[in-house]
T-cell receptor, first 114, second 112 residues
Framework: AQTVTQSQPEMSVQEAETVTLSCTYDTSENNYYLFWYKQPPSRQMILVIRQEAYKQQNATENRFSVNFQKAAKSFSLKISDSQLGDTAMYFCAFRSGNTGKLIFGQGTTLQVKP | NAGVTQTPKFRVLKTGQSMTLLCAQDMNHEYMYWYRQDPGMGLRLIHYSVGEGTTAKGEVPDGYNVSRLKKQNFLLGLESAAPSQTSVYFC???????????FGSGTRLTVV
């Protein structure tokens, strides 16, 4: 069975600085997709960034980028120039290319301090 | 507006009562999912569906049943509610490929 692990329950960063959130996963599949979602206090789930496992190039979306290490089964999220609006819970997610199952990690609460 | 709608948004049940949560999407998505969110546990997959008429078990399926009779609707049932089922429930839908998933706004369920 696949699993997703986020080992940092809470993190904080000063505004304008850079922070990296960790995520590891376990799977025997070769075809899958990885996502980072953001959940602000409003509770709405917002897609931050996505990565296809067969692509070696790391995905980037403006201030957000990932470090995808397929062999190590690691998928970390880097937030550059942190903003107060980045304060939220962040979830790492794995989607099986075979079954369509979509599972999430435990989440990391990020606080951006002024 | 296009999206995922969850009904109801709040509910209080007594132990042993039953209820059904409705998830409706108007984006013609094949894949639909039900999750529960508890503090420190993240989002845990209860059941999911890869198309009309199909369902599959997730990580924590016990005590829940689901049905997908119509493509746009995914129902989550609690036959005999227990206090351990107090949680926030989220529904999500997606195309099932590379694209991300659209989430509903959640249902806060309290079982007393």
């Amino acid at each position: 069975a696949q699993t997703v692990t986020q080992s940092q329950p809470e993190m904080s960063v000063q505004e304008a600085e850079t922070v990296t959130l960790s995520c590891t996963y376990d799977t025997s599949e070769n075809n899958y997709y990885l996502f980072w979602y953001k959940q602000p206090p409003s509770r709405q789930m917002i897609l931050v960034i996505r990565q296809e496992a067969y692509k070696q190039q790391n995905a980037t979306e403006n201030r957000f980028s990932v470090n995808f290490q397929k062999a190590a089964k690691s998928f970390s999220l880097k937030i550059s120039d942190s903003q107060l609006g980045d304060t939220a819970m962040y979830f790492c997610a794995f989607r099986s290319g075979n079954t369509g199952k979509l599972i999430f990690g435990q989440g990391t609460t990020l606080q951006v301090k002024p | 507006n296009a999206g995922v709608t969850q009904t109801p948004k709040f509910r209080v049940l007594k132990t042993g009562q039953s209820m059904t949560l409705l998830c409706a999407q108007d984006m013609n998505h094949e894949y639909m999912y039900w999750y529960r969110q508890d503090p420190g546990m993240g989002l845990r997959l209860i059941h999911y569906s890869v198309g009309e008429g199909t369902t599959a078990k997730g990580e924590v399926p016990d005590g829940y049943n689901v049905s997908r009779l119509k493509k746009q609707n995914f129902l989550l049932g609690l036959e005999s509610a227990a206090p351990s089922q107090t949680s926030v429930y989220f529904c999500a839908s997606g195309e099932g490929t590379f694209y991300g998933y659209t989430f509903g706004s959640g249902t806060r369920l309290t079982v007393v």
